[in-house]
Nanobody, 126 residues
């Protein structure tokens, strides 16, 4: 199993910035990479960004491109999501998830993400 712990959520004004962290532990060798998903009240969970542990593959939701940056620190087994120019519509619970090595599909598809963190709330006030 892979255990994931998110941190860094909070309340921020529109236009502000936050950095989310996701620390992974356990069978990290079985993980291809980590992704961030979010779910707003009354909406489906959606993909936000993901990165492979090798760093060779990244993907972003179109609406966050240019505002969010995903990065990883392999020495700390941690992935970060730097969020800037935040908008009210970015308000959601953000979840970190691990994509299992060997599963097909792109980083943006939820298929293959077998381990999830508990989520961290991000609230952007307008």
């Amino acid at each position: 199993q892979v255990q994931l712990v998110e941190s860094g959520g909070g309340l921020v004004q529109a236009g502000g910035s936050l950095r989310l962290s996701c620390a992974a532990s356990g069978r990290i060798g079985s993980s291809y990479g980590l992704g961030w998903f979010r779910q707003a009240p009354g909406k489906e969970r959606e993909f936000v960004a993901a990165v492979s542990w090798s760093g060779s593959n990244t993907d972003y939701l179109d609406s966050v491109k240019g505002r969010f940056t995903i990065s990883r620190d392999n020495a700390k087994n941690t992935v970060y999501l730097q969020m800037s120019s935040l908008k009210a519509e970015d308000t959601a619970v953000y979840y970190c998830a691990s994509k299992t090595l060997g599963y097909g599909g792109s980083l943006s598809t939820v298929s293959g993400y077998h381990y999830w963190g508990q989520g961290t709330q991000v609230t952007v006030s307008s």
